[in-house]
C-alpha cells in the first residue's frame, strides 16, 4: 500500500488512502485519461469504457475494481458488440460480476479521485486535450520517477506502462530481462546497479551498453527509455517523448 497518501474523505466521509496502491493507482490513471479524452472531444463517456482485462494488466484487481463501484467512483457495463455497428453498445450491469465484456468508466467523484491520488500528472492528463504544440509545455520540469510505473510480467516476458504493453519477448534476451526483473524487484527505482552477471568474453561497461540499447529498440508502444550512468555501472530508466503518451 502506499503510505505517503495524503488522506483524502470520498462522499462517505471516509479516508479512501490506505486502500491506493500502485496497481490501483496505475488502473486508476487509466481511466481517469479515458474520462479527460471523452470530455475534451465531447463523446458519450461510453465510448471510451475500458475493459476490466485491461485495468487487471495495469496492476489492478477484482477487489479494486469492486470497491470502485461500490464507492460510486466506477460504473461497470456488459459490451454487446454487433456486427455492422459504428458505435459501441452497452447492456446495464448489475452487482459485482465481471467477464471479458466488462467496460468501466469514472465517474465525477472517481475523476476526482484520481486527480486527486496522481497529483503529480494533474497536468499530464489536462494535456491531453492540448494542441501537439502545447504538450512538451505541459511536460516541462515532470520528474524522473512519474507517478505512473512500469511493470514487468516476468512470467508473460512483458513489460507494461499504464495498461499499454511496451516490449514484448518471444525469445530468451537473458541481459535485458535480468535489467527489467531488478527494475521490478526494486519497485521501479530511478536507478540500480548494474545487476550483469560477469563474463570472460566481453567487458562489463560494453554488455550493459548492448542490453541498454536492446531494451530501448523493438519497443511496440515506444514510452519508456532506458541510458546508463555514463560510467557503465548503473541503468536509469524515464518516460519517453512525452506526446506519445497523447
Not at 209 to 234: S, V, Y
Amino acid at each position: 500500500m502506499v503510505a505517503n497518501e495524503n488522506a483524502w474523505v470520498d462522499r462517505t466521509g471516509e479516508s479512501t488512502s490506505p486502500l491506493i496502491d500502485e496497481g490501483l493507482r496505475a488502473g486508476l490513471a487509466l481511466l481517469w485519461r479515458a474520462y479527460i479524452c471523452a470530455q475534451a472531444t465531447g463523446a458519450n463517456m461510453w465510448d471510451f469504457a475500458l475493459r476490466a482485462g485491461r485495468l487487471y494488466e495495469a496492476g489492478m484487481t477484482s477487489s479494486d475494481l469492486r470497491w470502485m463501484i461500490a464507492k460510486g467512483f466506477a460504473e461497470h457495463d456488459q459490451e454487446t458488440p454487433r456486427y455492422g455497428d459504428t458505435r459501441r453498445s452497452f447492456r446495464r450491469s448489475n452487482g459485482y460480476f465481471f467477464n471479458q465484456q466488462t467496460c468501466l468508466i469514472l465517474t465525477p467523484s472517481g475523476a476526482a479521485l484520481a486527480e486527486h491520488v496522481l497529483g503529480e500528472t494533474v497536468r499530464w492528463a489536462q494535456a491531453l486535450s492540448a494542441p501537439a504544440s502545447r504538450k512538451t509545455a505541459a511536460f516541462a520540469g515532470a520528474p524522473a520517477a512519474f507517478a505512473l510505473k512500469p511493470r514487468w510480467n516476468a512470467i508473460r516476458r512483458e513489460l507494461f506502462l499504464a495498461g499499454q504493453i511496451v516490449k514484448r519477448f518471444r525469445v530468451p534476451a537473458r541481459n535485458q530481462e535480468t535489467i527489467l526483473s531488478v527494475f521490478e524487484e526494486e519497485g521501479w527505482a530511478e536507478h540500480i546497479h548494474d545487476p550483469l552477471p560477469a563474463t570472460h568474453d566481453i567487458d562489463a561497461p560494453t554488455r550493459l551498453h548492448d542490453a541498454i540499447n536492446r531494451l530501448n529498440g523493438c519497443q511496440i508502444n515506444p514510452l519508456l527509455r532506458f541510458h546508463g550512468d555514463g560510467k557503465g555501472t548503473g541503468v536509469f530508466w524515464e518516460l519517453s517523448q512525452p506526446d506519445l503518451l497523447g
